[in-house]
């Protein structure tokens, strides 16, 4: 499966937006860019996924490269809830099957 | 939206006894889902896919016969630890998705187990 590199960490102000690069340089042409969060002691929780164009939906906005070996995770607006390890993750051959990386952990000061 | 519950959220076992962990999807059929493993201050590591009305598949150096899953109807895959060691204290988590293209991943709220 292909891999990708995220920065350990990021903090940002409360209320300001939050831009969290993923590179992905040997990504596949059926993959797709997922990006999930967790919180301590949760589960993970879905953020946003996209193939080839930039998404936007109510939690954050999806940048992808024109030649898709980087993508940004967009939080407009960071909240103190935002506070987790936010992983971006590549599709695979198969739907579902989630590889994990490190993940950057996003810290958020008021 | 569509929701994935483990069970227990948490359970306290003695070494050398087996454990039993829940995953349900409530509201949607899954002829697949995904166990997990996370140890403290790291990533999720993949164990095992669930596949229903088959044998899992196992993500290499992930023993099969400590760690058996079945998946007997299409809401409900278990994941049983089998003669649980202290080095097996970990937080297991599930995951699902709704049939249909390109859905999100639902994950349980995981199960932490602390063998003693």
């Known amino acids: 499966d292909a891999k990708t590199t995220q920065p350990n960490s990021m903090e940002s102000n409360e209320e300001e937006p939050v831009h969290l690069p993923c590179n992905h340089s040997t990504i596949s042409g059926t993959d797709y860019i997922h990006w999930y969060r967790q919180l301590p002691s949760q589960g993970p929780e879905y953020v946003i996924h996209?193939?080839?164009s930039n998404v936007n939906n109510r939690m954050a906005s999806l940048a992808i490269a024109e030649d898709r070996k980087s993508s940004t995770l967009i939080l407009h607006r960071a909240t103190l809830r935002d506070a987790a390890v936010y992983y971006c993750i590549l599709s695979g051959d198969s739907w579902g099957k989630l590889q994990f990386g490190a993940g950057t952990q996003v810290v958020v000061t008021p | 939206g569509a929701v994935v519950s483990q069970h227990p959220s948490w359970v306290i076992c003695k070494s050398g006894t087996s454990v039993k962990i829940e995953c349900r999807s409530l509201d949607f059929q899954a002829t697949t889902m995904f166990w997990y493993r996370q140890f403290p201050k790291q990533s999720l590591m993949l164990m095992a896919t669930?596949?229903?009305?088959?044998?899992?598949?196992?993500e290499q150096g992930v023993e099969k016969d400590k760690f058996l899953i079945n998946h007997a109807s299409l809401t409900l895959s278990t994941l049983t630890v089998t003669s649980a060691h202290p080095e097996d204290s970990s937080f297991y988590i599930c995951?699902?998705?709704?049939?249909?293209?390109?859905?999100?991943?639902?994950f349980g709220q995981g199960t932490r187990l602390t063998v003693v």
């Open positions: 995951s699902a998705h709704p049939p249909g293209e390109n859905t999100e991943a639902f």
């Open positions: 669930s596949n229903e009305g088959s044998k899992a598949t196992y």
């Open positions: 996209g193939l080839t």
